[in-house]
Structures are given as structure tokens and as C-alpha cells.
């Protein structure tokens, strides 16, 4: 039987650790807020918004939210990300994305003073971790890390195959895996014999962003299986990358969706809010 992996229950012990870690720096006198922007009303972005607002309250830091309209120019969201830097008081900040069209997102996270670089997106975080030197790491391949080590499997030696190479998943997913010891393999959609590829994986990550597009087929017998997508089926219910009813039976352990990876991301936002605190903003 496959363990499966609860993504919800370590992401709750996270969070009760941050609680207390929160607690201490306050004691201390450190204390902060994280600044939330989001442009415009998808409806995607303001459940992660809500949820990322939640996250703070429950570990006891100020949460500042920034909900500009849709047709917020560049010039303007730059000015409030200055503004922001400035603050003393705000030891992070978060731009949600995608941004409207007329915005140039890679321009916007390099406004963001690296020191509060919370979703670990700007060159200078990107380039700290390709060198292995302290910085803020992005949240979902770094939430993957944890759920891999707090079920205790064994990481260094062992093969991982990533399917995406996206700046967001894929890429750093296989430098921190790297940093682990392990063996990397990165897939993307110019990838010939990926089924051959990912049956060789001792760790499959599957983050292409298609539903239910892992299969059987794709699996060793005994691999561990991470499955970062999130889509909604037809019946409008949550599913992943991977095709978990077939897959399950074949795996040694494997994440569902939802309750997987998908609460891990928000968990690891709070950390690096907190190791910002701690820092008193200073990387
Ligand atoms: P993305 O930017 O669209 O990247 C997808 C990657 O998959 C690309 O590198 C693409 O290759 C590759 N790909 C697409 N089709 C493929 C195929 N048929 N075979 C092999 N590779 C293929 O997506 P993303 O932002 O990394 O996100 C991936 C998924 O994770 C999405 O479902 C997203 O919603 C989810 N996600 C979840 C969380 C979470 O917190 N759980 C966080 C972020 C993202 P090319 O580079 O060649 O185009």
C-alpha cells in the first residue's frame, strides 16, 4: 500500500511551528507584515490571496492587502513596490500573479527589494540558490522538499525525474533537488521517450500543468510520485497531473490533489516571512 502523502498535516505542523517561532521574535521586539498585491479580480488569484491572508493571521503576522483595479498601470504598481520597499514595517512582499497583460511581470518582480523577496522570484534569490548560498527559496519546489523530508524518504542517491521546466516549478525543483544529492532529470514538452524517461525515476515530479496526463505507464513499481498540478475535472472537482487512481497501486508514495502539494506552497510563504522577520528584513 502506498503511503499517501498529507500535505495538509505537515503543512499544519508548519504552521504551529511558525506560531511559536512568531511568538519568540515578538518577545524579542521583531514583528513585521507581509504586503499582499493583487491586480485585478481573477477569481483564481483572490482564493489564493484569501488564503495567504488566512495563513498569516493563523501564525500571528499583519497581512497588508493591495487589491488595485484591473486597469492599474505599470508606472503605478512600480510606485506602490517602491513604496513598499521603503517601508521598514513591511518585511515582505507578494505580487500575485499572472498580472493583467499591459503588465510586464518579469519588470514587477525585479522592483521587489531582494530582502523581501518572499515568493523567492527575483534574479538575485534565483542566483543565490543555483550557487547553494542563503536566500529565499521559491515556495512550491521548497514545500516539496519538506513534504519529501518530513515522510522521511530519502532524497540523496536516488533519481528524480521532473516533468516542466517552468521558472516557477520545474527549474528550481531540480536545483533543490540537486542540493539534496539527488540525480536530476529535467522533461519538458521537446522531451522524446518521456514515458521511457520517467519510468526510470525513483522520484517523479509531475508539474506540466495537464490533467490526469501521468499514467501507469509512466511509473516504476515502487517510485514516489509528487504531483504539483491543480486543475478542475469536469465534475469541477480538484485533480492533478497525475492520473492517481491508476497510478497509486504502483508507487511507494505519492501526494493527492487536492492535499498534497498545493498546501505546502502557502506554508513555505510563511516561513520565508518569517525568516524575513527574524532577519529584520537584512538577506
Ligand atoms: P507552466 O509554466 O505551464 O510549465 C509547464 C511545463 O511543463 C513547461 O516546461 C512545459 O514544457 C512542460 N510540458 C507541458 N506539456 C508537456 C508534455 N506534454 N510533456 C512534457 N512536458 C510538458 O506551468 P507551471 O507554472 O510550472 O505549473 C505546472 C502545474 O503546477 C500547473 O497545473 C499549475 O497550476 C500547478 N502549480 C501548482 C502549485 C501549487 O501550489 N500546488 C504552484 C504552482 C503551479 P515547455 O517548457 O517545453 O513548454
Known sequence: MAVIIDGKKISQQIKDELKER??????EGKSGALAVVQVGSD????????????????????????ELKEETTQQELLSLIEKLNQDDHVKG??????????????????????????????????????IGQDGFLPCTPAGIIQLLKRTGIEIAGKHCVIIGRSNIVGKPMALLMLREHATVTITHSRTKNLQEI????????????????????????????????IHRNEENKLCGDVDFENVEPLTSAITPVPGGVGPMTIAMLMQNCVESIAKEGAV
Do not use: W
Open 22 to 27: 512568531v511568538e519568540a521574535l515578538q518577545a
Open 198 to 229: 520517467c519510468r526510470q525515476a525513483d522520484i517523479l515530479i509531475a508539474a506540466l500543468g495537464k490533467p490526469r496526463f501521468v499514467g501507469a505507464e509512466y511509473i516504476k513499481e515502487g517510485a514516489v510520485v509528487i504531483d504539483v498540478g
Open 93 to 130: 512582499i507578494l505580487v500575485q500573479l499572472p498580472l493583467p497583460a499591459h503588465i510586464d511581470e518579469n519588470a514587477v518582480i525585479r522592483a521587489i527589494a531582494p530582502q523581501k523577496d518572499v515568493d523567492g522570484f527575483h534574479p538575485q534569490s534565483v542566483g543565490l540558490m543555483t
Open 43 to 66: 477569481p483564481a488569484s483572490g482564493v489564493y490571496v484569501r488564503n495567504k491572508k488566512n495563513a498569516c493571521a493563523y501564525i500571528g503576522i499583519e497581512s497588508l492587502a493591495y
